[in-house]
């Protein structure tokens, strides 16, 4: 099994994180999350298999009490969509300690999200957890690694190759270094799908034995040691691929854009919202009722009001802003600016719900920009 421990967030094959626990012989088992609940702390006496163990009457599985036997199977015929889409719509926060669940209307009561979900759940026919109210907040932890794991299960089938460190490569080459953390998950996948079990040597005890390791501590080590070669690798050829092909010419420092005019800093934001990933569209640049460019992205539409200045930003660009922002049904209003705002500015923008964009907060839009330019050049001919 693999799981992930509730207080570093790391990931491991053994109950006892070999960064937190300080005393591996006794493992907290209660502060590890695993991702089949079978192998929470109140199955594992029992339960020597994964939850599908359950379904093929396997000797271990007769040995579960109704109770718990329950459990799990109601689990596994809520889980979706009920458990994985909790996770997304609620304020659900991860929590190992058990959190009291009031129930049942109460007179000016303010209901949680956890409260609410589990009378969803028992009137859906789940009535074993007011007998083990303990368990929905572990169940919603396994939930909540499933879905994480769902997500790089999915992407995991976009890297290919014909040998391990093909794989390996293609992946770190996204992933960057995120790949230390998880690593686990990477042979964990490889497992599932019984890719490469020629080239790393899985224990198959590990799907029936609660604390055997999946893969061996020597084996872990020397493919930590590949993949942070790999890593290298690709670190050294990016830097040599961008210093050859890069032009510095392209690069823009706020005092490039202190430089600009009005119309020239109106066209150097098209420039820079395009490169950061918006869909961009300009106005005119007379009779534009308070709306300099329009970005949109991820659906939400923005009025951007431009002022390149010396001195600052008073009320009249947030109020501009505003009439553009309902003259073209936009979504949000923004000012951008290289100066500063007024303080009577940022008031009006703060009850009004404009973004303001000021000298500071302009030049990490110019960090991303450039680091866009960078990026480019690696690949850019």
């Keep these: 099994m693999i799981y992930r421990c509730y207080d570093c967030r790391k990931l491991t094959f053994r109950i006892a994180c070999p960064a937190c626990d300080q005393d591996p012989e006794h493992p907290n088992k209660d502060r590890h999350i695993p991702l089949d609940p079978a192998y929470y702390p109140e199955f594992q006496y029992r339960s020597k298999g994964v939850l599908k163990d359950l379904f093929g009457k396997k000797k271990e599985t007769a040995e579960l009490n109704d109770l718990l036997k329950q459990v799990l199977l109601k689990y596994s015929e809520l889980l979706r969509p009920y458990f994985v889409n909790f996770v997304y719509v609620s304020n659900f926060e991860p929590q190992q300690d058990s959190e009291i669940i009031q129930r049942g209307p109460r007179e000016n009561a303010t209901y949680s999200d956890l409260e609410l979900f589990e009378e969803v759940l028992v009137r859906r026919g789940f009535k074993e957890l007011r007998q083990v109210p303990s368990l929905l907040p572990k169940l919603l932890l396994t939930t909540e690694f499933n879905s994480e794991y769902f997500g790089f299960s999915r992407e995991m089938t976009r890297y290919t190759g014909e040998t391990l460190e093909d794989v390996l490569r293609s992946w770190i080459e996204e992933a960057g270094s995120s790949f230390r953390n998880n690593l686990h998950l990477f042979l964990y996948n490889l497992w599932e799908n019984q890719r490469f079990t020629n080239e790393i040597e899985f224990d198959e005890n590990a799907r029936t034995e609660i604390d055997t ?66 869909d961009v569209q300009e106005t005119k640049k007379t009779g534009d009722q308070g709306a300099d460019l329009f970005v949109e992205k991820f659906g939400s539409k923005i009025v ?74 690696a690949t850019d001919n």
């Design 213 to 278: 390791p999946l893969v061996g501590r020597d084996r872990f080590s020397a493919l930590t040691i590949t993949s942070e070669k790999i890593y290298y690798d690709i670190q050294v050829s990016r830097l040599d691929v961008k210093l050859d092909r890069f032009d510095p010419s392209r690069f823009v420092t706020i005092h490039i854009v202190d430089a600009m005019d009005g119309f020239q800093f109106e066209d150097f934001l098209v420039g820079l919202f395009q490169t950061i990933g918006y």
């Design 304 to 377: 951007i009001q431009a002022k390149n200045y010396s001195g600052s930003v008073g009320n009249s660009a947030v109020q501009q802003a505003l009439a553009a922002k309902a003259f073209y049904n936009c979504d949000q209003a923004m000012v951008v600016t290289n100066s500063y705002f007024t303080i009577s500015a940022k008031e009006l923008a703060d009850s009004a719900d404009v973004k303001l964009v000021d000298r500071e907060a302009l030049q990490n839009y110019l960090d991303d920009y450039n680091q866009q330019l960078i990026e480019q050049a």
